[in-house]
């Protein structure tokens, strides 16, 4: 198989249209961003100023035609216009060059460089740009999506909130500005489970009364903190102790701090690319564009279509040797005396185990009591009620603000256990909480244990009295992203789920059809 050598590549996913041409290491890079005059990105202005700069930044890197031997681009995700344009710049110079042709996932490319660029292995990583949030992590062959904003990227959201107050464009920067002057005010959290929201966030800070320093200090305090939050969620899960943080709002030091805390906590590493490697830029597109080139993967000029809606986890990632993820200890017996998750210390007896939640120091105080105290009270009231409705749950005997003293399940870890008689348990069960009302916000495998007679639902953290569909959807979605993140066979482990979730609850069908739509939202633009 060839070795490509001089790779261009053009990335113009959104606002800015960038190229480099990547060797074995980055030989140029030129970018152009798109400023609107007012408003937001309009994706048709973008795309004409891409056109109009592409010569000058392609002629800028490109500066012997003839050392280059392939040709990569921004294939999506992003906005249509503009990644058309770049396609179409593309195609042209791959058939003028009579070279290769590959298109490269932006949200890929985001991650291949930042792993080039700190020299980490296996991280889980937190991607926050424009409009991306998302947490992954490599599994047999592919970039799975660990968990995802459910409405709006928190770059967009910051901008929207900027505008709202009539900051400039973008909003990031004098957000992180004024925040540093800026004091604790309470405003929405919503983490549910792996994922999280942030319009409810975005609609309280913009009607804020309170001064504008305070307002943006406590926007980046809660919508940073959810989102490391469910990096350590994902960490825990997947038994990785490697956080990469990539994409534009990377950028912000207050995030930097907040993830490197969370992983000093952990005893984990954390890395984050140089600024040139953070925003969208064409080393990126290169870079994986050479890996994916080297590891035989190109696109014929016919079937190069642009992709708007192209998800990291939809990329086969041939350039990688498969690696397996750690798993936590398989059986919970009397040998094993405390266990760490994301949230709470677990310090387990031969018939008992106190579960404590801990501080995170990432999180401002207030911010932190408020969610420990709520965490715990709300935990211990729907063990209750979800065991009065017949879900199996561990029984409860004592209470505090921080800690519940619960009876020990001997037993191992759904996650651990996969199989189709077992996920179809898990529906059964799981059809018992939503028809008693309840969603449980955190439905991963490792919050189910079997046992020797069934299956046992723990950690209520996250759990709600709701008859929502759209509330049990999103119940349903964090699971199957979970079997999608860490099994190779999430298919027929989601049917076996959905069947057993019809056999306990007449409402499973109305759920499983909102599930997908969920699934299907466009969650970048």
Same mark, same amino acid.
């Given at each position: 198989m060839p070795i490509f050598r001089q790779v261009l590549g053009i990335e113009g996913t959104a606002w800015n249209l960038s190229a480099a041409v990547f060797d074995t290491d980055l030989i140029s890079l030129t970018s152009r961003p798109y400023n609107p005059q007012h408003g937001g990105i309009h994706p048709r202005e973008a795309a004409q100023h891409h056109a109009s700069v592409m010569n000058e930044v392609i002629m800028s890197v490109l500066k012997d035609p003839k050392a280059i031997t392939g040709i990569a681009f921004s294939q999506g995700p992003g906005l249509g216009p503009c990644l058309r344009t770049v396609a179409t710049a593309a195609r042209s110079l791959a058939l003028a060059l009579n070279v290769p042709l590959v298109g490269v996932n932006h949200c890929v490319a985001h991650v291949e460089i930042g792993k080039f660029a700190t020299s980490c292995s296996d991280p889980i990583v937190l991607y926050v740009s424009g409009a991306n949030t998302q947490v992954i992590g490599y599994l047999n062959g592919r970039y799975r999506i660990f968990g995802e904003t459910l409405d709006i990227g928190i770059g967009n959201m910051l901008d929207k909130f900027a505008r709202s107050k009539v900051l400039p464009h973008p909003g990031g920067p004098i957000i992180e500005q004024l925040a540093v002057k800026g004091g604790y005010i309470e405003l929405p959290y919503t983490v549910k489970g792996m994922d999280l929201a942030f319009s409810g966030l975005m609609s309280a800070a913009k009607d804020s009364k309170a001064p504008i320093e305070d307002v943006c200090h406590s926007l980046q305090e809660t919508a940073f903190a959810m989102c490391v939050e469910v990096t350590e969620r994902a960490m825990s899960l997947a038994g990785k102790d490697e956080v990469l943080l990539v994409?534009?709002?990377?950028?912000?030091?207050?995030?930097?701090?907040?993830?490197?805390? *969370?992983?000093?906590?952990?005893?984990?590493?954390?890395?984050?690319?140089?600024?040139? =490697?953070?925003?969208?830029?064409?080393?990126?597109?290169? =870079?994986?564009?050479?890996? *994916?080139?080297?590891?035989?993967?190109?696109?014929?000029?016919?079937? %190069?279509?642009?992709?708007? %809606?192209?998800?990291?986890?939809?990329?086969?990632?041939?350039?990688?040797? %498969?690696?397996?993820?750690?798993?936590?200890?398989?059986?919970?017996?009397?040998?094993?005396?405390?266990?760490?998750?994301?949230?709470?210390?677990?310090?387990?007896?031969?018939?008992?185990?106190?579960?404590?939640?801990?501080?995170?120091? =990432?999180?401002?105080?207030?911010?932190?009591?408020?969610?420990?105290?709520?965490?715990?009270?709300?935990?211990?009231?729907?063990?209750?009620?979800?065991? =009065?409705?017949?879900?199996?749950?561990?029984? *409860?005997?004592?209470?505090?603000?921080?800690?519940?003293? *619960?009876?020990?399940?001997?037993? %191992?870890?759904?996650?651990?256990?996969?199989?189709?008689?077992?996920?179809?348990e898990a529906g059964r069960v799981v059809g018992k909480l939503h028809n008693s009302g309840i969603m449980h916000g955190d439905l991963t495998t490792s919050n189910m244990i079997m046992d020797n007679r069934r299956l046992v639902l723990i950690d209520f953290g996250l759990a709600q009295v709701t008859a929502e569909i759209e509330q049990r959807g999103v119940d349903i979605h964090v699971l199957f992203q979970t079997l999608e993140s860490t099994t190779v066979d999430s298919a027929e482990l989601k049917n076996a789920f959905c069947e057993g979730y019809r056999e306990t609850f007449a409402g499973a069908n109305d759920v499983i059809a909102r599930e997908k739509e969920i699934e299907l939202r466009g969650r970048y633009l």
């Open positions: 994409g534009g709002v990377g950028a912000n030091k207050r995030l930097q701090e907040m993830l490197k805390t *969370m992983c000093e906590e952990r005893d984990a590493q954390f890395f984050v690319p140089e600024s040139r =490697y953070l925003g969208d830029n064409g080393a990126m597109i290169a =870079y994986t564009g050479k890996l *994916m080139l080297d590891s035989g993967q190109s696109l014929p000029v016919e079937s %190069s279509h642009i992709n708007p %809606s192209f998800r990291s986890d939809q990329v086969e990632v041939t350039w990688k040797v %498969s690696e397996k993820s750690a798993t936590r200890p398989n059986n919970l017996n009397k040998k094993i005396t405390t266990a760490r998750g994301a949230e709470a210390i677990i310090e387990f007896s031969d018939k008992s185990a106190l579960k404590r939640r801990i501080s995170k120091r =990432y999180r401002v105080p207030s911010l932190d009591n408020r969610l420990i105290i709520e965490r715990t009270r709300a935990e211990a009231r729907l063990i209750a009620l979800a065991r =009065y409705s017949g879900v199996p749950t561990p029984i *409860m005997s004592d209470i505090t603000n921080d800690t519940i003293v *619960m009876e020990r399940i001997h037993g %191992s870890l759904l996650t651990n256990n996969m199989s189709v008689k077992n996920l179809k």
